[in-house]
Nanobody, 112 residues
Framework: QVQLVESGGGVVQAGGSLTLSCTAS????????MGWYRQAPGKQREVVAR???????DYTDTVTGRFTISRDYAKTKGYLRTNSLKPADTAVYYC??????WGQGTQVTVSS
């Protein structure tokens, strides 16, 4: 099973940006789809964005136009660029690969 480690979270003011990174332990991730999910306090985990092994991406409506998911096949890494952040984006963000492997999460806090 692929191990995943997220990084890049932090505290940012509304309107700011962050780039989250997801580093995989194995090049097995190259044939897997990857995704970013988030979980806010008291809420269920929800999908934010997903990208297939061939690079096709989709987004949840609330982040479309603000977030961009990408991946670097050579470095077996995934990214989530978050722009125009809102307080409602505050959550722990998780990376997922192949719908089975999960990272430990990285906290994103957006202040108003």
């Amino acid at each position: 099973q692929v191990q995943l480690v997220e990084s890049g979270g932090g505290v940012v003011q509304a309107g700011g940006s962050l780039t989250l990174s997801c580093t995989a332990s194995s090049d097995e991730v190259r044939v897997l789809g990857m995704g970013w999910y988030r979980q806010a306090p008291g809420k269920q985990r929800e999908v934010v964005a997903r990208i297939t092994n061939t690079g096709s991406a989709d987004y949840t409506d609330t982040v479309t136009g603000r977030f961009t998911i990408s991946r670097d096949y050579a470095k077996t890494k995934g990214y989530l660029r978050t722009n125009s952040l809102k307080p409602a984006d505050t959550a722990v963000y998780y990376c997922c690969a192949g719908s089975k492997s999960w990272g430990q999460g990285t906290q994103v806090t957006v202040s108003s």
